[in-house]
Protein backbone atom coordinates (compact mmCIF):
# COMPACT_ATOMS: atom_id res chain seq x y z
CA UNK A 1 0.00 0.00 0.00
CA UNK A 2 1.17 3.91 -0.95
CA UNK A 3 2.84 5.42 1.64
CA UNK A 4 -0.18 8.55 1.43
CA UNK A 5 -3.41 8.34 -0.56
CA UNK A 6 -5.37 11.31 -1.74
CA UNK A 7 -9.21 11.64 -1.97
CA UNK A 8 -11.85 14.23 -2.79
CA UNK A 9 -14.47 15.07 -0.41
CA UNK A 10 -18.24 14.86 -1.74
CA UNK A 11 -20.38 15.70 1.20
CA UNK A 12 -20.33 16.75 4.65
CA UNK A 13 -22.99 15.64 7.12
CA UNK A 14 -24.54 15.85 10.32
CA UNK A 15 -27.31 14.72 12.74
CA UNK A 16 -28.38 16.95 15.12
CA UNK A 17 -30.03 13.61 17.19
CA UNK A 18 -28.49 10.08 17.60
CA UNK A 19 -30.42 7.77 16.03
CA UNK A 20 -31.49 9.72 12.68
CA UNK A 21 -29.83 9.87 9.57
CA UNK A 22 -27.29 12.01 8.96
CA UNK A 23 -28.01 15.53 6.48
CA UNK A 24 -25.73 17.19 3.58
CA UNK A 25 -24.79 20.73 5.01
CA UNK A 26 -22.46 23.21 3.30
CA UNK A 27 -19.44 23.09 5.83
CA UNK A 28 -18.50 21.33 9.66
CA UNK A 29 -16.46 22.84 11.88
CA UNK A 30 -14.38 20.27 13.73
CA UNK A 31 -13.06 20.65 17.35
CA UNK A 32 -9.73 18.99 18.84
CA UNK A 33 -10.97 16.07 20.80
CA UNK A 34 -14.45 16.71 20.14
CA UNK A 35 -15.58 16.31 16.57
CA UNK A 36 -17.90 18.35 14.75
CA UNK A 37 -20.19 21.16 16.31
CA UNK A 38 -23.70 20.14 16.12
CA UNK A 39 -23.47 16.86 15.39
CA UNK A 40 -24.75 14.78 17.91
CA UNK A 41 -22.08 12.13 18.02
CA UNK A 42 -19.29 14.58 18.94
CA UNK A 43 -17.60 13.74 22.15
CA UNK A 44 -14.66 12.89 24.18
CA UNK A 45 -14.23 8.92 22.84
CA UNK A 46 -12.79 6.65 20.23
CA UNK A 47 -15.32 7.34 17.40
CA UNK A 48 -15.73 11.09 16.63
CA UNK A 49 -16.31 11.41 13.00
CA UNK A 50 -17.35 8.76 10.79
CA UNK A 51 -16.15 8.83 6.82
CA UNK A 52 -17.15 6.69 3.77
CA UNK A 53 -16.02 6.01 0.71
CA UNK A 54 -18.13 7.20 -1.92
CA UNK A 55 -17.55 4.59 -4.75
CA UNK A 56 -19.15 1.98 -2.05
CA UNK A 57 -22.68 4.16 -1.75
CA UNK A 58 -21.78 3.83 -6.09
CA UNK A 59 -21.73 0.47 -5.66
CA UNK A 60 -24.67 -0.20 -3.24
CA UNK A 61 -27.15 2.33 -5.11
CA UNK A 62 -26.10 0.25 -8.61
CA UNK A 63 -27.72 -2.95 -6.90
CA UNK A 64 -31.06 -0.81 -6.24
CA UNK A 65 -30.34 0.69 -2.45
CA UNK A 66 -31.47 4.68 -3.45
CA UNK A 67 -29.12 5.84 -0.68
CA UNK A 68 -29.44 9.34 -0.41
CA UNK A 69 -26.39 11.14 1.00
CA UNK A 70 -25.57 10.58 4.84
CA UNK A 71 -28.33 7.64 5.01
CA UNK A 72 -25.56 5.69 6.14
CA UNK A 73 -25.08 7.77 9.31
CA UNK A 74 -21.32 9.28 7.77
CA UNK A 75 -19.98 12.44 8.23
CA UNK A 76 -17.81 12.81 5.89
CA UNK A 77 -18.01 11.15 2.10
CA UNK A 78 -14.84 10.82 -0.03
CA UNK A 79 -13.90 10.01 -3.44
CA UNK A 80 -11.02 7.89 -4.01
CA UNK A 81 -10.38 6.00 -0.86
CA UNK A 82 -10.84 2.78 0.25
CA UNK A 83 -11.59 3.29 3.64
CA UNK A 84 -11.91 0.05 5.02
CA UNK A 85 -8.28 -1.10 3.58
CA UNK A 86 -6.85 1.69 5.88
CA UNK A 87 -4.78 0.70 9.17
CA UNK A 88 -6.00 1.83 12.76
CA UNK A 89 -3.83 4.65 13.59
CA UNK A 90 -3.29 6.41 9.71
CA UNK A 91 -3.80 10.12 9.48
CA UNK A 92 -5.76 12.13 7.37
CA UNK A 93 -5.32 15.62 6.77
CA UNK A 94 -7.70 18.58 4.91
CA UNK A 95 -6.81 21.89 4.93
CA UNK A 96 -6.38 22.51 9.13
CA UNK A 97 -7.88 19.27 10.20
CA UNK A 98 -5.81 16.30 10.94
CA UNK A 99 -7.97 13.22 11.80
CA UNK A 100 -6.87 10.12 13.18
CA UNK A 101 -8.36 6.62 12.21
CA UNK A 102 -9.47 4.74 15.36
CA UNK A 103 -11.43 2.50 14.11
CA UNK A 104 -12.83 0.07 10.83
CA UNK A 105 -16.61 -0.73 11.03
CA UNK A 106 -18.97 -1.29 14.04
CA UNK A 107 -21.29 -4.09 14.99
CA UNK A 108 -24.32 -2.81 14.26
CA UNK A 109 -27.16 -3.44 17.67
CA UNK A 110 -29.94 -1.78 16.17
CA UNK A 111 -30.84 -1.50 12.71
CA UNK A 112 -30.76 1.81 10.74
CA UNK A 113 -33.12 3.35 8.44
CA UNK A 114 -32.15 2.14 5.22
CA UNK A 115 -31.47 -1.17 6.49
CA UNK A 116 -35.03 -1.43 7.65
CA UNK A 117 -36.26 0.05 3.99
CA UNK A 118 -33.39 -2.42 2.07
CA UNK A 119 -32.89 -5.04 4.29
CA UNK A 120 -29.06 -3.74 4.12
CA UNK A 121 -26.33 -1.30 5.11
CA UNK A 122 -22.65 -1.09 4.05
CA UNK A 123 -21.39 1.19 7.32
CA UNK A 124 -20.64 -1.38 9.74
CA UNK A 125 -18.39 -3.14 7.41
CA UNK A 126 -17.17 -0.13 5.31
CA UNK A 127 -17.19 2.75 7.30
CA UNK A 128 -14.73 3.77 9.42
CA UNK A 129 -13.85 6.41 12.78
CA UNK A 130 -12.23 8.62 13.33
CA UNK A 131 -10.46 11.31 16.43
CA UNK A 132 -10.12 15.04 15.65
CA UNK A 133 -6.33 15.49 16.44
CA UNK A 134 -6.50 19.30 14.93
CA UNK A 135 -9.65 21.52 14.41
CA UNK A 136 -10.36 23.76 11.23
CA UNK A 137 -13.05 23.64 8.80
CA UNK A 138 -14.13 21.05 5.81
CA UNK A 139 -16.29 21.22 2.98
CA UNK A 140 -17.13 19.63 -0.25
CA UNK A 141 -14.34 19.82 -2.76
CA UNK A 142 -11.55 19.68 -0.36
CA UNK A 143 -9.06 17.48 -1.18
CA UNK A 144 -7.98 14.45 1.75
CA UNK A 145 -4.39 12.94 2.22
CA UNK A 146 -4.02 9.71 4.21
CA UNK A 147 -0.83 9.22 5.79
CA UNK A 148 -0.01 5.24 6.19
CA UNK A 149 1.43 4.70 10.11
CA UNK A 150 5.17 4.12 10.51
CA UNK A 151 6.84 0.77 10.62
CA UNK A 152 7.78 1.50 13.98
CA UNK A 153 5.02 3.18 15.53
CA UNK A 154 3.90 2.86 19.09
CA UNK A 155 2.55 -0.58 19.78
CA UNK A 156 -1.57 -0.56 20.70
CA UNK A 157 -2.61 -2.33 23.85
CA UNK A 158 -5.88 -3.07 25.23
CA UNK A 159 -6.50 -3.93 29.07
CA UNK A 160 -9.82 -5.96 29.84
CA UNK A 161 -10.57 -6.91 33.41
CA UNK A 162 -13.24 -9.92 33.94
CA UNK A 163 -14.76 -9.75 37.00
CA UNK A 164 -18.48 -10.44 38.15
CA UNK A 165 -18.35 -8.38 41.07
CA UNK A 166 -15.87 -5.25 39.37
CA UNK A 167 -18.23 -4.93 36.56
CA UNK A 168 -21.25 -4.47 39.94
CA UNK A 169 -19.04 -1.95 41.66
CA UNK A 170 -18.91 -4.23 44.79
CA UNK A 171 -15.14 -4.31 44.28
CA UNK A 172 -12.44 -1.72 42.96
CA UNK A 173 -10.38 -3.00 40.09
CA UNK A 174 -6.84 -2.70 40.57
CA UNK A 175 -4.88 -5.25 38.56
CA UNK A 176 -6.17 -4.10 35.29
CA UNK A 177 -5.09 0.09 35.79
CA UNK A 178 -2.50 -1.59 36.95
CA UNK A 179 -1.73 -3.95 34.20
CA UNK A 180 -2.36 -0.78 31.51
CA UNK A 181 0.11 1.39 33.95
CA UNK A 182 3.25 -1.39 33.54
CA UNK A 183 2.23 -1.04 29.41
CA UNK A 184 2.34 2.45 28.93
CA UNK A 185 5.69 2.74 31.34
CA UNK A 186 6.74 0.05 28.45
CA UNK A 187 6.02 2.38 25.57
CA UNK A 188 2.86 1.11 24.58
CA UNK A 189 0.04 3.18 23.58
CA UNK A 190 -3.38 1.93 25.82
CA UNK A 191 -6.02 2.55 23.47
CA UNK A 192 -8.87 1.26 25.88
CA UNK A 193 -9.45 -0.40 29.16
CA UNK A 194 -12.38 -2.37 29.48
CA UNK A 195 -14.45 -3.92 32.98
CA UNK A 196 -16.84 -6.57 31.70
CA UNK A 197 -18.71 -9.23 34.39
CA UNK A 198 -17.83 -13.14 33.79
CA UNK A 199 -19.63 -13.90 30.38
CA UNK A 200 -18.25 -15.99 27.64
CA UNK A 201 -20.05 -14.93 24.53
CA UNK A 202 -19.94 -10.42 25.84
CA UNK A 203 -16.10 -11.18 26.05
CA UNK A 204 -15.70 -12.72 22.97
CA UNK A 205 -17.74 -9.90 21.27
CA UNK A 206 -15.35 -7.70 23.28
CA UNK A 207 -11.86 -9.44 22.24
CA UNK A 208 -13.74 -9.46 18.43
CA UNK A 209 -14.34 -5.75 18.49
CA UNK A 210 -10.31 -5.01 19.57
CA UNK A 211 -8.71 -6.79 17.58
CA UNK A 212 -10.79 -6.87 14.51
CA UNK A 213 -12.28 -3.23 14.73
CA UNK A 214 -9.94 -1.50 16.79
CA UNK A 215 -6.82 -3.17 15.47
CA UNK A 216 -4.88 -3.29 18.36
CA UNK A 217 -1.60 -4.77 18.84
CA UNK A 218 -2.02 -6.48 21.95
CA UNK A 219 -4.88 -7.19 24.59
CA UNK A 220 -4.38 -8.49 27.92
CA UNK A 221 -6.84 -9.77 30.05
CA UNK A 222 -6.53 -10.00 33.75
CA UNK A 223 -9.29 -12.80 35.86
CA UNK A 224 -11.42 -15.41 35.11
CA UNK A 225 -8.39 -18.28 34.46
CA UNK A 226 -9.09 -20.00 37.89
CA UNK A 227 -10.90 -23.38 38.29
CA UNK A 228 -14.54 -21.38 39.42
CA UNK A 229 -17.23 -22.80 36.84
CA UNK A 230 -17.62 -18.73 36.46
CA UNK A 231 -13.90 -18.21 35.40
CA UNK A 232 -14.41 -18.11 31.27
CA UNK A 233 -11.79 -16.24 30.26
CA UNK A 234 -9.77 -19.12 28.67
CA UNK A 235 -12.52 -20.67 26.52
CA UNK A 236 -13.99 -16.68 25.55
CA UNK A 237 -10.25 -16.26 24.38
CA UNK A 238 -10.08 -19.27 22.58
CA UNK A 239 -13.14 -18.90 20.91
CA UNK A 240 -11.86 -15.87 19.06
CA UNK A 241 -8.26 -17.30 18.11
CA UNK A 242 -6.66 -17.65 14.78
CA UNK A 243 -3.69 -19.30 16.43
CA UNK A 244 -2.25 -20.92 19.12
CA UNK A 245 0.76 -19.12 21.21
CA UNK A 246 1.55 -21.91 24.19
CA UNK A 247 4.60 -20.53 25.28
CA UNK A 248 3.16 -17.23 26.93
CA UNK A 249 1.08 -18.58 29.10
CA UNK A 250 3.65 -21.67 29.59
CA UNK A 251 6.52 -19.44 30.58
CA UNK A 252 4.43 -17.46 32.91
CA UNK A 253 2.96 -20.50 34.75
CA UNK A 254 6.60 -22.05 35.05
CA UNK A 255 8.10 -18.89 36.14
CA UNK A 256 5.01 -18.31 38.81
CA UNK A 257 5.19 -21.44 40.25
CA UNK A 258 8.68 -20.29 41.86
CA UNK A 259 6.54 -17.79 43.95
CA UNK A 260 3.40 -20.04 44.53
CA UNK A 261 2.70 -23.61 43.70
CA UNK A 262 -1.03 -22.58 43.37
CA UNK A 263 0.20 -21.54 39.79
CA UNK A 264 -0.86 -24.42 38.76
CA UNK A 265 -3.98 -23.59 38.99
CA UNK A 266 -4.46 -20.91 36.37
CA UNK A 267 -5.95 -21.65 33.29
CA UNK A 268 -4.78 -18.58 31.18
CA UNK A 269 -3.76 -18.93 27.73
CA UNK A 270 -2.49 -16.76 24.94
CA UNK A 271 -3.35 -16.80 21.52
CA UNK A 272 -3.45 -14.74 18.22
CA UNK A 273 -6.43 -13.21 16.32
CA UNK A 274 -5.31 -11.97 13.35
CA UNK A 275 -2.46 -9.55 13.87
CA UNK A 276 -3.55 -8.60 17.26
CA UNK A 277 -1.96 -10.96 20.73
CA UNK A 278 -4.19 -11.46 23.51
CA UNK A 279 -2.67 -13.12 26.73
CA UNK A 280 -4.73 -13.69 29.96
CA UNK A 281 -3.44 -12.89 32.98
CA UNK A 282 -4.62 -13.64 36.58
CA UNK A 283 -6.93 -11.43 38.49
CA UNK A 284 -4.88 -10.17 41.15
CA UNK A 285 -2.35 -7.26 40.77
CA UNK A 286 0.73 -8.65 42.48
CA UNK A 287 -0.32 -11.50 39.51
CA UNK A 288 -0.66 -9.33 36.94
CA UNK A 289 2.81 -7.59 38.01
CA UNK A 290 4.98 -11.01 38.24
CA UNK A 291 3.14 -12.15 34.99
CA UNK A 292 4.24 -8.86 32.86
CA UNK A 293 7.83 -8.91 34.42
CA UNK A 294 8.23 -12.28 32.75
CA UNK A 295 7.05 -11.72 28.99
CA UNK A 296 7.22 -7.79 28.56
CA UNK A 297 10.35 -7.83 27.40
CA UNK A 298 10.07 -10.64 24.83
CA UNK A 299 6.56 -9.18 23.91
CA UNK A 300 7.63 -5.97 21.37
CA UNK A 301 9.76 -8.51 19.32
CA UNK A 302 7.04 -11.09 18.83
CA UNK A 303 4.14 -8.42 18.02
CA UNK A 304 6.76 -6.51 15.41
CA UNK A 305 7.13 -10.04 13.64
CA UNK A 306 2.92 -10.50 13.88
CA UNK A 307 2.74 -6.96 12.64
CA UNK A 308 5.52 -7.84 9.64
CA UNK A 309 7.57 -5.41 10.59
CA UNK A 310 10.36 -6.78 11.93
CA UNK A 311 12.18 -10.30 10.96
CA UNK A 312 12.79 -13.54 13.70
CA UNK A 313 16.74 -14.18 13.83
CA UNK A 314 17.02 -17.65 15.27
CA UNK A 315 19.58 -18.03 18.32
CA UNK A 316 23.03 -19.67 17.22
Not at 88 to 93: L, N, W
Amino acid sequence: MEASIKGIIKAVCISEKKGTEKHPVNEIVLKENFGIEGDAHAGKWHRQVSLLSAEKVDEFNARGGDAAIGAFGENILVSGIDFKKLPVGSIMRSGDVVMKLTQIGKECHSHCTIFARVGDCIMPREGVFATVEHGGVLRSGMELEVTLPAADAPLRAAVMTLSDKGAAGERVDTSGPRAAQLLAEAGYEIVEQVLLPDAQKRIERELIRLADSRQVDLIITTGGTGLSLRDVTPEATMAVATRNVPGIAEAIRAESLKITRRAMLSRGVSVVRGQTLIVNLPGSTKAVEEALAIVLPQLEHGLRILKGSAHDCARK
